[in-house]
């Protein structure tokens, strides 16, 4: 996966919270359901983030960027702090 697959899956669930969103308003999904697809779709985009973090870091001081294509598990990502 490089950047640019990164950076696509960024978008696609930067729009499928969008999407949750606009169902929830049109009372489409309970706050509850809405609630917890919300909580999914933001660990997958810290899980990203952080995949691409890593991806640039490795490229700035002169690695390969793909070395490690491995996606942190959810309780290591979720534990940074910011």
Request: with cysteine; charged share 50%; net charge negative.
């Amino acid at each position: 996966m490089d950047e640019n697959d990164i950076l696509a899956r960024i978008n696609e669930y930067v729009g499928e919270e969008q999407r949750l969103r606009e169902r929830y308003q049109r009372r489409e999904l309970s706050r509850e359901e809405e609630h917890r697809r919300l909580e999914r779709l933001e660990v997958a985009l810290d899980q990203c983030w952080d995949l691409l973090r890593r991806r640039r870091a490795r490229l700035e001081a002169g690695a390969d960027p793909g070395a490690e294509e491995d996606v942190r598990p959810p309780d290591e990502v979720e534990g940074y702090l910011q």
